[in-house]
């Protein structure tokens, strides 16, 4: 049995809601109270009461509802100070951790210090206005977490007070190997297993002791997994070892530069040496990161920082690669008006290194390489979205049906048909989900974005339009185009004229929607000119989506 | 003896070859293009170090780098932001091997630059006020590097190839019925050097599988008449 502190922060999800525990306040999860403040207990406010029962025993009760993410942002400090006794801390749940106390109690001399030690230091670090915290020392986890729960009502044997506080008992330690006897008389509720502990309570068992003196074999047959392992819990025995993780490395590197560098050379001379001590780093922890920030400071204060991200895991030469096209980018458009005083590196993205496999076939991984580089250097100058490549996608319109990505981030469809056969990397043939009024191909060759405004007349020169039935009002047979002229499409005075035409094919996308619902219909024109374009009618305007150059 | 005698000898004459092998072969100074437009181009293929200057018609861009694409070569594309990426992906381009530069601003004869030492055809769209230093000095840089430069609209004069559709007739679309199908283009090849004799050829740009395709004389009428008098369901017969 590993002995271990557990440390309690009381009302945690109101302590990270930064509430005073003097306010009447209660966390509600799925309508249910999940935690309250001490004002709002006093009222009879208590978890698993429904939101308006709360509000009907305490009428000045605020409601908050739980935001998970911000607990556990709110107890790092606390997890920060615990981890100065013990680097190796445990995070059971927003406000409450716990350690292995072998090496620390000896330290400070027994259990009891140590406890009182932590109260102290934990208190310091908790906001104002927070509920002291409470610790308790035990044979295994479990049994720590409820001797310091149990600890703010000071029954139990080797309770103490704090030094001066006002409060009795803030720790308990149940001596080693009596931790049993110590769980004996607790309710069977404590186990966090509600069904099982109703059905307990059903049978007679009231009590972890009463649980705890149950044959083994029974009670796996009776209650199954669940039940023997609450079983295991009441009798002691904390099968499960401290998931205490290591604190996570820091992996950022950075290097001051004095005198500051005034020349992209030096500066990318620095960022390789610490590419290649990252990835050092990296390796003997077999890690490859993905993403990396690329950060410099400038003598007149400006700070400059930028993500880079690769499909694949960044070597160094290429992460020093990156730095350097991102150094000479921002010299270039005169992002940086001073010399260089620091260069850092933050792996972004971290992931297990589970090697890259090149091709089998085809020797052209130099070139590809090569060609890697100057879309790199073309990113430093223009940013990583001025460079962009196109994946298939699904949709309707000829812009639609590709999506541009970033280059270098992973060109995965998003479509859901493409996802299922997740093929449509490879090149094969893959079955496209229908898009019900799709144009047919050739898709056309240039796309106007934004389209180009136009109008569409019939033959009496009324304007065309198209009703709800997705019927056009009457045959077009001229068109006016603005903004074609200059353009590579070209456009001369013969352009209105239609010479054939076809449609209309409607869509109506996102209906589901209010926002985004788009309602459209698209007539395929051939000019007189024997310009084919593609229009599209929507909210009573005609304009010319793309041609079909 | 004797048979061991003639493998060795076998293999001293592969090292004689590899020896008296020039320096680069002219077909590796060769990117393959799709069929009817290798007649169109000097040596039957776009030559690196060239350029092949597209004055009208984006579908012979997609065209030019259809092959090269496909066949493990790189492709990038600066300064058409307009550029019709699912005709490009129909035009049988490997859209994994073209990087885009939709919007280069100012920058677009340094970022042409970069990708010309290590891309094998860069399409660019020059602006309008295209300086002739500037110009010079990227086709003398894909020269260098053996990259083909394939500016898109006007360009100085001295390029090798310039390729424009002449004119154009579409093919499935009638009174109200059908649609685009296909287009007999009539693609006119100039330039200078073995070019310079000046081509004129009529072929399906896109044909029927969206690429470009020979046309052959004497079905072309027949299928255009025939698809033209076959109506497509609209949206509201599909449901």
Known sequence: MTRTLAVWCPDWPVVAARRPSSAPVAIVFANRVVACSAAARADGVVPGLRRREAQSRCPDVEILSRDPASEARSFEPVVAAVAAFTPRVEVHDPGICAFATRGPSRYFGGDGPLAAQVVATVDAALPPGAPGCQVGVADGPFAARLAARGAGSGSGSGSGSGDGSPRRGRWQVVPPGRSRTWLAPLPVSCLDQPDLADLWLRLGIRTLGDLAALPAPDVLSRFGPEGAAAFRLAGGIDAAPLAATDPPPDLVVQAELDPPAQRVDTAAFVAKGLADDLLERLHARGLACTRVLIEVETEHGESLSRLWRHEGALTAPAMAERARSQLEGWLATGATTAGITLVRLVPDEVGPDDGRQLGFWGGSAAADALAGRALARVQGLLGPAGVVTAVPDGGRGPGERIRVVPWGEPREPVCAGAQRTGRAMRGTQVEEPPWPGQVPAPSPALVHDPPLPAAVFDRAGRPVRVSARGELSADPASLSIGGLAGRAGGANGADDEVAAWAGPWTAEERWWDPRAHRRRARLQVVTGAGTALLLVLEGGCWMVEATYD | ?239
Not at chain 2, 8 to 29: C, F, K, S, T
Not at chain 2, 54 to 77: F, Y
Not at chain 2, 161 to 187: D, F, N, S
């Open chain 2, 1 to 239: 003896m004797r048979a061991e005698a003639t493998v060795e000898g076998l293999g001293h004459l592969a090292g004689v070859a590899g020896r008296a092998r020039p320096l680069v072969l002219a077909e590796d100074r060769l990117l393959p293009v799709a069929a009817p437009l290798d007649a169109m181009l000097p040596g039957g293929g776009l030559r690196r170090g060239t350029t092949v200057v597209v004055e009208r018609g984006v579908s012979l861009l997609l065209a030019i780098l259809a092959a090269p694409t496909s066949s493990g070569r790189w492709g990038a594309v600066v300064g058409l932001p307009d550029l019709g990426l699912a005709a490009a992906h129909e035009a049988g381009v490997e859209l994994g091997r073209l990087a885009l530069v939709p919007d280069p601003g100012a920058q677009w004869a340094a970022v042409t630059a970069a990708l010309i030492d290590a891309i094998d055809v860069i399409a660019v769209r020059p602006p309008p006020r295209l300086r002739e230093a500037d110009a010079r000095r990227l086709a003398a840089r894909a020269r260098e590097r053996g990259a083909v430069l394939v500016p898109v609209g006007s360009w100085i004069e001295g390029a090798e190839v310039r390729l424009r559709i002449e004119a154009g007739e579409w093919r499935g679309l009638a009174a109200g019925h059908g649609h685009l199908q296909r287009r007999v283009a009539e693609v006119v090849a100039t330039g200078r050097g073995a070019a310079a004799r000046g081509q004129r050829r009529s072929c399906w740009l896109p044909g029927p599988s969206g690429r470009m395709e020979a046309l052959e004389p004497e079905v072309a009428g027949a299928v255009g008449e025939v698809e033209e008098a076959s109506p497509v369901l609209d949206w509201a017969g599909v449901g």
